[in-house]
């Protein structure tokens, strides 16, 4: 029996910056024409006013490093892909200054104490308070800084990183209660507590408790440890983290590094995903939107509404019409807010299948937008051999029958190697009817190059789903009645 396989080159899509020229390389392009945002002219931002909170030893190396990357920093490693950082303002065109009504220390004995309590999850949770009051200190100040440095020492982070909550016997006497009813079919799990339990998240991570906390105080935060601000075995090239760490600190500032080069409508591209919300007495899943982009660049994330947890469901979550209708809904009141107008198209991405309901809902939802496109990007055990030393490229489409696997990492003929550690994984790419494939894995490809929290070639992953897991994490930080900023540069 024949098989009817087809393999394509999906051509790469090129950047745009602030003078005429397009670019494979963010930092070429950067190099040659500096960030996107010189097309605005006088609007462009030209001063960024950094704020730092951490103890006084991180502090001083925290400007250290910024007096460090003001200047150029060259690679000790030569690469293809890892050329000198030519300094902050030769790169961006801005500048970075400090204010001492902007620098939060923390005393050592500060963070002693706290550290030297026993329970892990108190402990996480005193850290995190030391550090929310600086921020709120400085976000209340009548002239804030752009984005604040939150620096932590290892001693944080060895102890504080990542906790798990420990059940108290009551806590553990309603779950046991909770499944029992469950079980029985008396009465969900997701019903009314049988008790009055306080509800703490099972599972926290220090980042995202951090972020979320600056969220609240309307203010970005780089959360910088010694990793990036001295030279060690552990560290990256210093020129790739002088890069990657100026990239998102002028994005998270209000700069635009890049953006796409794009010819059709006004676009927006949405990716949906699903973060499982643990507590010490309900198991819920909130559906949330990882972000959306405009194809000028304009990002944003929304929390969407709690989805109660079928066991029997998987990962396989699925929106009712309504809630559809109502995330919808909230996508263009969002892009509205932030372009000033509604999109052309919309391109919805997510990683299962869309439910008929899902669909109707958000078709309904987007009755006045012309064009509404449903795309799955599902992981698969799928791999592709080709001959020589190295994978195939980045950008291959092969067909077979109708499944379509594209590979949004591979081998790289700009930089003549591979970059990654593993064997690429392609994607499995199912589009709804009358949507073209190869403009759908253009797309990803571009989508792939929008993280501005590198300024590397690739993320690998869409932007629409690189950081749900991040965003999701950051939201179950939050209660369910905080107003919250919705701008993507306070997640990422």
């Known amino acids: 029996m024949a098989i009817d396989l087809r393999i394509l080159e999906v051509q790469q899509p090129q950047l745009e910056f602030g003078s005429p020229g397009q670019y494979f390389d963010p930092k070429h392009g950067l190099l ?4 996107f945002d010189l097309r ?8 960024i006013q950094i704020g730092i909170v951490g103890t006084t030893d991180m502090i001083n190396k925290a400007k250290n490093w910024i007096e460090r990357i003001s200047n150029e920093v060259g690679p000790t490693v030569q690469q293809p892909y890892n050329i ?19 620098t939060g220390a923390i005393s050592n004995r500060t963070i002693e104490e ?3 309590i026993r329970d892990a999850y108190q402990r996480f949770q005193e850290i995190v308070d030391v550090y929310d009051n600086e921020f709120k200190i400085i976000s209340n100040r009548s002239n804030k800084p752009d984005l604040i440095l939150c620096c932590l020492n290892d001693e944080i982070i060895k102890a504080c990183w990542s906790v798990t909550k420990v059940l108290s016997k009551v806590e553990r006497k309603l779950i046991s209660e909770l499944k029992n009813q469950s079980e029985s079919k008396q009465l969900a799990l997701f019903g009314e507590p049988v008790e009055e339990v306080e509800e703490d998240l099972m599972f926290r991570d220090l980042r995202r408790a951090l972020k979320a906390r600056a969220i609240v105080h309307n203010i970005p935060i780089q959360v910088t440890t010694n990793n990036l601000l001295i030279d060690s075995l552990k560290s990256q090239d210093a020129s790739i983290r002088a890069w990657n760490f100026s990239v998102a600190m002028y994005y998270k500032s209000g700069g635009i590094p890049w953006r796409l080069k794009t010819d059709g409508p006004e676009t927006c591209f949405v990716g949906i995903s699903f973060n499982h919300l643990k507590t010490t007495h309900r198991h819920l899943v909130r559906s949330s939107i990882a972000q959306a982009f405009s194809n000028k660049g304009d990002g944003f994330a929304i929390k969407g509404e709690n989805v109660h947890y079928d066991p ?11 809630q559809a209708y109502r995330l919808g809904n909230d996508i263009i009141t969002n892009y509205k807010d932030h372009t000033g107008i509604l999109p052309m198209r919309i391109v919805l991405h997510k990683t299962s299948k869309f439910s008929y309901e899902e669909q109707d809902g958000f078709r309904e939802v987007f009755s006045e937008i012309p064009v509404v496109e449903f795309v799955n990007l599902m992981p698969t055990p799928f791999r592709l051999l080709r001959i020589g030393n190295y994978p195939p490229k980045r950008g291959t489409l092969c067909t077979i029958g109708s499944k379509n696997y594209f590979f949004t990492t591979g ?12 064997i690429p994984s392609p994607i499995q790419v199912q589009v709804s009817k009358g949507v073209d494939i190869y403009n759908t894995c253009q797309e990803i490809l571009g989508l792939t190059r929008m993280n501005w929290n590198t300024a590397g070639i690739t993320s690998g992953q869409p932007v629409t789903f690189f950081f749900s897991r ?23």
């Open 32 to 35: 040659n024409s500096g960030p």
């Open 312 to 322: 029997r469901q998987g990962r396989q979550v699925q929106l009712t019409r309504d």
């Open 470 to 492: 991040n965003i999701g994490g950051i939201i179950s930080e939050l209660k369910d009645e905080t107003a919250i900023p919705t701008e993507f540069k306070y997640f990422m």
């Open 84 to 102: 000198v950082f030519p300094g902050f303002d030769s790169a961006f065109h801005a500048n970075l200054s400090f204010n001492d009504a902007w």
């Open 40 to 47: 605005f002219g006088t609007a462009k931002k030209k001063n």
């Open 114 to 116: 706290k550290l030297a």
């Open 411 to 422: 081998y790289m003929p700009e930089i003549a190697t591979y970059p990654g550690p593993h």
